[in-house]
């Protein structure tokens, strides 16, 4: 018989057990929850804990390269190593795994793998120790290879660590520096395509990442890699031996002509492309400290002046009020509007019965004011704005300006006239070749552009969208307007000077008045040249433009004609362009019977 007694400690024991019994499977619960559903959370976690140290993997900024691939901008990855004395010390290291027996490297071995990995000797490697600046930090050697980095860090000991510095490279050094631009010492992109590229260029970095031992060796096995990516490369329009003549030749020309500035762009006729974009002064990317960054020739706004009388011949043209030979009577000075407008020509004459076309040649003002006004200044106005006056180019090009032009119910009477002359506005030079590419073109207007496309490092070519052309004058009107400026060419005063043996020229020169805005009114004799043809004219291949800011050994546009037949003679030959095949036709006459 059971007594009370007995069954109380029973009861105790099976209550006992069952309490075990419940925690044994809370925790085989919980144990498969960690090892089984969980696992990777927690292997994870305790992996993170065990992390100690890691290596970033450094992507190479992309390069910038020209027309044909030649490499303008590149980048080095440089390595600066040095030794943390406090941790020299014996090391296991496990060269061959865990399951084989560490090697134990001392101080000696690892000083000599330093010397061969550097190229230095042993004695060179100690002194770096004995005379470390301070207790964690002791300089070895700086301008190492990747390959130098990876034989150190082969080493497996803890107190070598490696710095990579990146170094930007401009192989041409100031040829293009305005266009190509610059990066600072800490790698950022600051000028030019550089940063306007910067997308493309720049790389993406990644990471090596381990666990390590007690010693603070490496566990094998152990290691995760996220690569990085590398920049893609940018092309570029331009031709880096085009752009390296038009540099020398400019910067001569700046001097000869004791001017401030000067800049010669080249643009490919049919495509808009920019085959070369030079100015002196200009920046070497190489050594770019303190330079502003920007390009005069996309930021600079001057008046256009008589190169943009064509531009005024093309609309009264296209808007069929006029043909090369509409006649006007124009006088070396006159006055409109009661006087409240004043024109005069850079010549005194009387009375002259000009065709438009000999207007253009003798790049008269006054017959230029009669002819332009046939149409409305809002019409003038909507046309300026077709040829690009008053929008920065399609390049986009960093600080790119615009141009400057007042609304047409602002202007008054010496505005309506002076505009007819390229006064009273400003545009840049890129606008202004703009505006001769759609005449040399067939009156077809192909928006310029400098950047071809981005090739990221995986292969992939990703093209630049550039605008569709655009129509702005008829066949018929753009050949009788080309034919007029190659008579310019022919019959003005520059002819002698701009002439290229074989081939049919077509240009204008202008010269633009210096405002000044302290007085409110244009510098006495100082004066902006420029000017800008295409070649051949029979079958127009490319847009040549020169600018001269403030000429002083010649201060009228005839300054610029040295350069101009320099660059459009260079520009022929680089490209091989066939010579014209048929001489100029009969000469446009300047007057009317």
């Known amino acids: 018989m059971t007594t009370r007694a007995t069954r109380t400690p029973r009861k105790r024991t099976s209550v006992a057990l069952l309490a075990i019994f419940v925690i044994m499977i809370a925790f085989t619960i919980r144990l498969i929850d960690i090892q089984v559903v969980k696992a990777d959370e927690y292997t994870d976690a305790f992996r993170a804990a065990r992390l100690a140290d890691g290596d970033i993997l450094y992507g190479t900024r992309g390069e910038i390269v020209d027309m044909d691939g030649t ?16 941790i020299v010390k014996d090391y296991d290291v496990y060269y061959d795994g865990y399951d084989k027996d560490p090697t134990v490297v001392t101080w000696e071995m690892a000083r000599a793998k330093i010397a061969a990995a550097t190229d230095m000797t042993e004695d060179e490697v100690q002194a770096a120790l004995d005379n470390a600046p301070s207790p964690r930090w002791a300089p070895v050697k700086s301008g190492l290879s990747t390959q130098q980095y990876l034989d150190l860090r082969a080493i ?35 000028a030019g395509i550089e940063l306007m590229q910067d997308a493309c260029l720049s790389a993406t970095n990644g990471a090596t990442t381990y666990e390590v031992g007690g010693s603070g060796e490496i566990i094998p096995g152990s290691q995760e890699t996220q690569p990085a990516t590398d920049g893609g490369t940018v092309q570029l329009t331009l031709d880096a031996d085009l752009q390296w003549y038009m540099q020398q030749m400019i910067t001569e020309e700046v001097g000869i002509q ?59 043209m296209q808007e069929r009020v006029a043909t ?23 010549f005194s004459h009387d009375s002259y019965h000009y065709t438009l076309a000999g207007a253009l040649i003798d790049s ?28 920065p180019t399609n390049v986009g090009f960093l600080g790119e300006e615009d141009g400057d032009m007042r609304p047409v119910e602002n202007w008054e009477s010496q505005t309506i006239y002076a505009s007819t002359f390229g006064q009273s506005f400003t545009v840049t030079a890129p606008q202004v070749v703009s505006a001769y590419q759609t005449i040399a073109n067939g009156g077809v207007k192909h928006p310029l552009q400098l950047v071809e496309s981005c090739t990221q490092a995986d292969g992939t070519v990703d093209k630049v969208a550039v ?72 079958n127009p291949e490319y847009v040549v433009m020169i600018t001269l800011e403030e000429p002083t050994r010649v201060t009228s546009s005839t300054a610029t004609a040295p350069a101009f037949q ?20 009969e000469l446009l006459p300047k007057f009317a019977e």
């Open 71 to 86: 490499v303008l901008a590149s980048t080095s990855i440089e390595y600066e190593t040095m030794l943390d004395p406090e």
């Open 467 to 538: 605008p569709a052309p655009e129509r702005l004058l008829d066949t018929d009107v753009a050949t009788d307007l080309s034919l007029m400026i190659e008579n310019v060419a022919e019959q003005g005063g520059v002819a002698d000077l701009i002439r290229v043996p074989g081939y049919r020229i077509a240009a204008k020169t202008g010269t633009a008045q210096k405002y000044d805005p302290e007085t409110g009114n244009y510098k006495a004799n100082t004066y902006d040249t420029s000017i800008v043809g295409y070649a051949p004219a029979d």
């Open 258 to 316: 004791g001017a401030k500035y000067g800049s010669v762009m080249v643009v490919e006729t049919k495509t808009g492309k920019i085959r070369a974009a030079a100015e002196y002064d200009t920046v070497d990317s190489n050594d770019a400290v303190g330079a502003s960054g920007k390009s005069r020739m996309f930021v600079d706004e001057f008046e256009p002046g008589s190169t943009f009388k064509a531009i005024t011949a093309a609309m009264i």
């Open 364 to 391: 008269s003002n006054v017959a230029l004011s009669k002819f332009g006004t046939m149409l409305p200044p809002e019409k003038r106005y909507e046309w300026l704005q077709k040829f690009g006056v008053g929008e």
């Open 324 to 346: 090369p030979m509409t006649s006007v009577w124009a006088s070396g000075w006159e006055t409109f509007d009661g006087g409240a407008a004043e024109v005069g020509d850079s």
């Open 566 to 585: 320099k660059a459009m003679t260079q520009v022929l030959k680089n490209y091989r362009v066939m010579p014209s095949e048929s001489p100029l036709p």
């Open 156 to 190: 497996g000991v803890p107190y070598i660590a490696s710095t990579p510095i990146e170094k930007r490279i401009y192989q041409n050094g100031a040829v293009g520096g305005n266009i190509i631009g610059f990066t600072g010492s800490d790698g950022a992109a600051l």
